[in-house]
């Protein structure tokens, strides 16, 4: 099967900075694909690369087969960008927007306008049709980006940080709308900075650091991938420093007093099993356990770090 | 890639994109027709008001030029210029803005080619140039009781030139980077230019050492060819002009498509 997207080799290069350096991806039609990295990793690059709205310097990107520089208009046609930043012309009217955009895309008025009519009920926006962009809430701008970028239903979405500035409501309805486009067939390549949400959605994921992919992976396999484990464990009384003795030869982090402190440990030589009867042999009363922070977000952490 | 591309909406082009380029070129008129007091009512002030302190009020005291009144003289020139700024006006602040909100996006995340883009936006700056030449063309007409001698010839001249300079337009919307820049061009060039473009006099009332500076003048060869229609008189001859004129016209489009094909400030 053609992949839906094919990168190799791809650099980049400013003036002053490499933004990308030898980038090589690839997602297959379906897929539900995270890129995921730090501020200025390069993840805008790649996707202004895919959409057109940047020059590479060298290698090879293709759109379901088509390449981006010679078949543009054929790659343009299967993707839809949501950008990171609103781009619109503020003075125009919402439906107005969605309805040049089909245009432009090459279909007819009764279809955009179908279409503009559909998306704007999808995301609640039909009160809002003649507003004039400035006017919309941030939030409303987010749905309004979103709706462009889906009027003639592109092949595979590309959606840059889709969810920043959303509030918890609205980022779980995106979801939802997002994992029901990808269950229709759409493929979905998403970056985000909350690694909650890559976890929630992503099938694969490929971790960018520095203009460089340092994991590709199932979202599945990147989790499993991580050896070290904390737990964060509360007592119902302050501990003694004779308590904590007993974890010598773990990472242990407690500030004096406390009846609170957090366990390091590599899961390859000790279980939380052995941890758990450690705890209970000292005689103190457990009052909470709990895995220390986000798994994804620690393989994130410790292969984005320097 | 057959029947999984069924459900995608946007056609799969073979020729071009011309629904893409039709929208493109009604937003465009859309955007001036919009306004329509900010861009076709001033040249019409404008114009009304030289008619008024010029041909009207001075314009007695100067004696005939080339055998017509200084009025009838003065018309095609002020049609020229209404043209000249409403098309370079159109393009450059339409590019400009796109560029500033990011909204040019849209066009090139689209499945139309650089090359509908560029003649959209360009198409739309020469609709403004033809609408203002109109409007001012007929209200100078009435005014100064003028009448057109070959009106095809005038509206060649109307055209082609709209398409010249929505194509300067378009060059310095892609190059400014900001807002004082956009209008540089205008202040260093286009103005000085179009005054001393013929609007005013005729070449012969010049000294001869600037009637030959004149001469490198492109604006002149454009409104004599104009005033050639209107009235049948001309400083240049008639080819020479119509060459001119092409050349002003191709030359900076051609640049145009090449400029935004490569991305040149659009693309990073
Ligand atoms: N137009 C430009 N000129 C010069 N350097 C640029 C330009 N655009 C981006 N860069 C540089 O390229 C690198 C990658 O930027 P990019 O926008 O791709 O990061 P990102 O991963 O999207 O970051 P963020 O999460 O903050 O959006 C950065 O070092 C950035 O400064
Ligand atoms: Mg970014």
Redesign the interface.
Known sequence: M?PAVQISKLDKR?PDVTALDGIALEIQ?GDFYGLLGPNGAGKTTTI?IL?????KTAGDVAI??HDIVDDY??C????G?V?Q??????FVRLRH?LV?????????RS?CEA?ADELLAEFDLTDKADTQLRNLSGGMKRRAIIT?AL?????ILILDEPTAGVDVDLRRSLWQYLRRLNA??TTILLTTHYIEEAEALCDRIAIINEGCIVAVDTTRNLVARLTTEAVHITLAVPSTNGMLENFDDLQVEATAGSNEFTVTFDRRQTSYHSILERLIATGVRIDNIRPAGNQLEQVFVSLTKQ | MSSSDEHIYAPKLRRGNFVGFKTLVMRECHRFLRVWNQTLVPPLITTVLYILIFGYSLGSRITEVQNVSYMEFLVPGLVMMSVIGGAYQNTSSSLYIARFHGNIQELLVSSMSSFEIVLGIILGGVARGICTGVIVSIVAVVMAGVQILHLPTALFFIVVVSLAFASFGFLSGLWAEDFDRLSLFQTYVLTPLTYLGGVFFSVGMLPVIWQKIAMANPILYFVNGLRYAFLGISDISLPVAIVTVLFAAIVPFIACCVLFHRGYHIKT
């Open positions: 053609t400013y039609p202004n959409t057109g709205l940047c020059n379901f087969g208009r054929d343009r046609r299967l993707v960008l950008p930043e609103f781009n619109f012309d503020v927007m040049f955009q089909g245009g432009f895309f090459g279909l007819s279809i279409r462009r009027m003639h239903r592109p092949k229709e067939g």
